[in-house]
């Protein structure tokens, strides 16, 4: 663990840790509150999906906080230090993002009346297909938990001497507590007061950059100077690291990813109580998300400014960009007695919502996916205590992973590149799905073992042979650098940039061969690749085995993309547009409403049979 070598820098104090712990304690005080009202968490359908009485404020801000994670919050601003604002583009992807997940995805989703997204695709294709998304998404789920609880929890105790084990251990176990007491209700609660948090650490760190720096035109001013204003870069060349088309398009692909298909956000969609407060949600974490990723880049934009002239990193004050934040919270705003718990308190807020959505989605997948489908008449109120006992089980063992995450070395930075390349296959296998219905069970399968093949391919060569992007440059003539600087830590860079872009900065003691310049696509390409991969080689297999004829299939099942995308075209062009699903027919003589709920089994699971293939 890195030593601050800067003599000035405040300790963590007394009202700090009150500070820190009052945040814990609303946040179990919310667990407790929801696990003693209303239904008391008795059945599944309250503990997964709240009732489905939950309206679009909240949900929004819960989706906010399900993936603006701690490492997001540490790392957003030490990639604008470094890199400059080109990052900033990826705002112009949630727009795109947010129509794709709201009025394609979501629809389908929510009119179905699941509990587990991977429910849809046992219903589109067959069991396996199911075992294939629940399956990759517990792996990376559990292993992003892990990294959550872990890495910030280094960088914060390197910084202001909290003892790192017990950082991991205090949020580790509270998220688990208020997830198991209080269900899917203090998820979303917590969530919105933890999102609250974060805003306030922010905030204090952009007002007390801009009044000690005498206004933020002075911050930008000093940015310009040293290089980080960058806007310009418009090539095609998917190999370098960030442009405004990789970002916007890039980045889309990335985010349809968490918002449209992942299990932890459409749980949040399905508690809403209509299918247009769900879709509002959306919208409300949208402009959330724009608000939060301009404040952090402005974070970055401060720090920079302060430091223009005295690097810490390069001066061996701290030992990796992500420590930035903190380091200038404990050594510019830690007179304030409270201030640097407070920003504790935010980055661990932003540990805490991720954490608790994920072990809520965990352990809604594996009670619909797996026990539910061994143990078919499961009692509704022996299913919620399972439920209860799910979640506590995910989140003791997102604990032990954390530990064993800090003993893998580089092992774990290969684990934490696989994140951002498993959700591309997945996004691919519900858009195979929903969007081309001439897809079958075969094609599903067989393309999407091709694009987790090809996503691993990549990733593994990217790890092996990891590109070099060029850091703009750093000044240390206005410090005093120290030789006394341990530079033994964890860098938390390769983790955002599966979320916000910051790759760790790669010695390359050799020239790479030849076969590296396979691997030099730039990350935001990586979840494109792997959509494309599933969709092509999945309708190739689909068509090689006996294509499915889209008048059989169930038109609930199917997202008319081009016809919402073109929905002024005249009704005679409607059977094109539908590409021959039956849209407008009624399903059956026994269910005459094409939008009706799909049959259910006597303990309120979607009907399906047991045929494996």
């Not at 995450?405 to 390349?421: D, E, K, M, T, W």
């Not at 091709?450 to 206005?478: E, H, M, N, Q």
Request: aromatic residues 12%; neutral net charge.
């Amino acid at each position: 663990m890195a030593e601050i070598s800067d003599p000035d820098i405040a300790s963590f104090s007394i009202v700090d840790y009150v500070v820190f712990s009052l945040v814990l304690a609303v946040s179990i005080g919310i667990g407790l509150y929801h696990a003693l009202t209303g239904g008391k968490q008795k059945t599944t359908q309250e503990i997964f999906v709240a009732d489905r009485k939950m309206n679009s404020i909240p949900v929004g801000f819960s989706l906010l906080a399900s993936w603006i994670s701690a490492i997001a919050l540490l790392g957003t601003p030490a990639e604008c230090y470094s890199y400059g604002t080109m990052f900033w583009y990826i705002c112009g992807s949630y727009i795109f993002m947010t129509l794709i997940s709201a009025h394609l995805f979501i629809p389908t989703f929510y009119q179905l009346g699941i509990t587990s997204v991977y429910q849809y695709l046992e219903m589109r294709f067959s069991v396996a297909v199911r075992l294939i998304g629940s399956i990759a998404f517990i792996l990376y789920m559990v292993m992003y938990m892990a990294v959550v609880l872990y890495a910030p929890s280094l960088a914060i105790s390197a910084v202001t001497g909290l003892d790192l084990w017990g950082a991991v251990l205090t949020v580790g176990l509270v998220c688990t507590l208020y997830t198991t007491l209080g269900g899917m209700k203090a998820v979303i609660w917590t969530d919105v007061f933890q999102t609250c948090v974060m805003f306030a650490g922010i905030l204090a760190v952009i007002i007390h950059g801009s009044i000690e720096l005498k206004g933020f035109g002075n911050v930008w001013k000093i940015n310009e100077q040293g290089g980080r204003i960058e806007f310009d870069v418009f090539s095609v060349d998917p190999t370098i690291r960030h442009t405004v088309w990789g970002l916007i398009i890039g980045g889309t692909f990335t985010w349809v990813g968490n918002y449209g298909c992942n299990q932890a956000s459409v749980q949040r969609y399905l508690s809403c109580n209509s299918l247009k407060q769900a879709q509002l949600s959306l919208y409300v974490n949208m402009i959330l998300l724009y608000i939060v990723l301009s404040l952090l880049m402005m974070c970055g934009l401060v720090i920079y400014a302060l430091y223009a002239n005295c690097d810490p990193v390069t001066a061996g004050y701290i030992s990796s960009p992500d420590q930035l934040m903190p380091f200038y919270v404990m050594k510019e705003l830690g007179f304030v007695m409270g201030l640097p718990g407070l920003f504790v308190a935010a980055t661990f807020s932003g540990a805490l919502s991720t954490v608790s959505s994920g072990l809520n989605a965990l352990a809604a997948v594996t009670m619909e996916d797996v026990i539910r489908r061994v143990f078919k008449n499961v009692a509704e109120h022996k299913a919620a205590i399972i439920s209860r006992i799910l979640a506590c089980v995910y989140g003791l063992i997102a604990i032990g992973f954390a530990y064993l995450a800090s003993q893998l070395g580089p092992v774990l930075q290969v684990a934490i590149s696989l994140l951002g390349l498993i959700g591309g296959p997945l996004t691919g296998l519900f858009s195979l799905g929903l969007f081309f219905p001439w897809a079958n069970k075969w094609g599903a399968i067989l393309g999407s073992l091709c694009g987790f093949t090809v996503s691993l391919w990549i990733g593994f060569g990217a790890f092996v042979y990891p590109p070099v992007p060029t850091k703009l440059p750093l000044r240390t003539d206005g410090c005093l650098i120290s030789n006394d600087t341990n530079t033994e830590s964890y860098s938390i860079e390769t983790a955002t940039s599966f979320l916000l872009g910051a790759t760790t900065e790669a010695t390359v003691p050799e020239p790479y061969p030849k076969i590296a310049e396979l691997y030099s696509l730039s990350y935001m390409w990586y979840s494109l690749v792997g959509i494309v991969v599933v969709i092509v080689f999945g309708l190739l297999f689909s068509f090689l085995t006996g294509a499915t004829n889209p008048r059989d299939l169930d038109p609930r099942l199917v997202c008319p993309v081009i016809a919402k995308v073109f929905c002024c075209c005249p009704g005679r062009c409607r059977s094109i547009k539908y590409c021959g699903v039956l849209h407008d027919r009624s399903l059956s003589e026994k269910n005459p409403d094409p939008y009706g709920q799909i049959p259910t089994s006597e303990n309120g699971t979607v009907a399906a049979d047991d045929t494996f293939l």
